[in-house]
């Protein structure tokens, strides 16, 4: 679960070049979400078997708006797989983001400004893609969010489905500068 103080002091937002989530000036293939079954197991075979190593292992996402918080209830470990590319294993069945194509969930692409490529991605033919949670409904739209677990990572997220109905995860690292009084209430 989130660690309240912690997302409103914004601890350990200085290291932004050692964040998972750093950003790009131009989308780039960031990870690739996979849904699994036992994550222990996936884990134990991705890195025993694959030689990828464990980056980070994050306990929720909390979505931050005007009207307040909101948890995704979502786990997740990302395995280092190139640099700055990374495989995403989420428990199969853990929270309400039911994978359109199981086991892949969905592509995440690093941008510069997560709002202005959602509108040109809308514009395109995206269709937006939201989640039912315990607390909220989200509609998809850009959302500021906060993983958390041994360190939290604040950035700005979106997803919208493709012209084939492929889940696409937009999303733009936190700056430095404005991280802690983004995320501070």
Known sequence: MAHESEIERGAGLEAVKDRVFCGSDEPILHHVCLFVSDMDASVEFYTTGLGLKVREAFDDIVGVRPTGRFPFRLASVFLQAGDGRYIELHP??????????????HLALSVADVDAAYDRAV??????????MEEAHWDGTPLDVVMTGQRSEPMRMAFL?????????????????????????
């Open 123 to 132: 514009a395109a033919g995206a269709l937006p893609f939201g989640f039912a």
């Open 92 to 105: 199969a069945g853990d929270g309400d983001m039911s994978p359109p194509g199981f086991p892949l969930n």
């Open 161 to 185: 489905q493709g012209p084939s109905g492929e889940l696409i995860e937009l999303y733009q690292a936190a700056a430095a500068n404005n991280a802690s009084d983004q995320f501070a209430t």
